[in-house]
T-cell receptor, first 118, second 113 residues
């Protein structure tokens, strides 16, 4: 079974600075999808960024980018020019590319709580 | 607007009193699922459905039931709630091809006393 590990329960960053959140995963599959979700105090789950494992190019969405290291099974999220609104819980998630049985679920890490200091 | 709608959003109930949390999506998604979120544990899948009348257990199905009679709806049923089912619940949906984005509802806070 796949597992996702976020080793940083909490992180903090100064406004306008850059922060990197870590995520590692374990899988025997070669094709899969990785996601970062943001959960603000409202508890809504907001998709931040996604990465297809077959793509070597790292995904970017405005101030958010990932460092995807497939061999190392690492998928870190970099937030540039941090803003107060970035303060939230961030979840890394894995989704298999197969569509058999229960494989379509998202497997989540336990989350990293990000604080942004003014 | 693409939406996954859950109701109720907040509920306090007593042990043993049956309750249903409804979930509806307007995107014609085949795949729907329920997750629960607990502090320090992330989100864990309870049940999922790959299409109408097709449901199966996720990682933490004990104490829950589901049904999928219509494509848009996927209710979560707690037949006899217990305090350990106090949690934040999310309904989610997507198209079957797993590269598609999973959309989440806004969450339902459930407290069982």
């Amino acid at each position: 079974a796949q597992t996702v590990t976020q080793s940083q329960p909490e992180m903090s960053v100064q406004e306008a600075e850059t922060v990197t959140l870590s995520c590692t995963y374990d899988t025997s599959e070669s094709d899969y999808y990785l996601f970062w979700y943001k959960q603000p105090p409202s508890r809504q789950m907001i998709l931040v960024i996604r990465q297809e494992a077959y793509k070597q190019q790292n995904a970017t969405e405005n101030r958010f980018s990932v460092n995807f290291q497939k061999a190392a099974k690492s998928f870190s999220l970099k937030i540039s020019d941090s803003q107060l609104g970035d303060a939230a819980m961030y979840f890394c998630a894995y989704r298999s590319s197969t569509t058999q049985g229960g494989s379509e679920k998202l497997v989540f890490g336990k989350g990293t709580k990000l604080t942004v200091n003014p | 607007e693409a939406q996954v709608t859950q109701n109720p959003r907040y509920l306090i109930t007593v042990t043993g009193k049956k309750l249903t949390v409804t979930c509806s999506q307007n995107m014609n998604h085949e795949y729907m699922s329920w997750y629960r979120q607990d502090p320090g544990l992330g989100l864990r899948q309870i049940y999922y459905s790959m299409n109408v009348e097709v449901t199966d257990k996720g990682d933490v199905p004990e104490g829950y039931k589901v049904s999928r009679k219509e494509k848009r709806n996927f209710p979560l049923i707690l037949e006899s709630p217990s305090p350990n089912q106090t949690s934040l619940y999310f309904c989610a949906s997507s198209f079957r091809a797993t590269g598609n984005t999973i959309y989440f509802g806004e969450g339902s806070w459930l407290t069982v006393v």
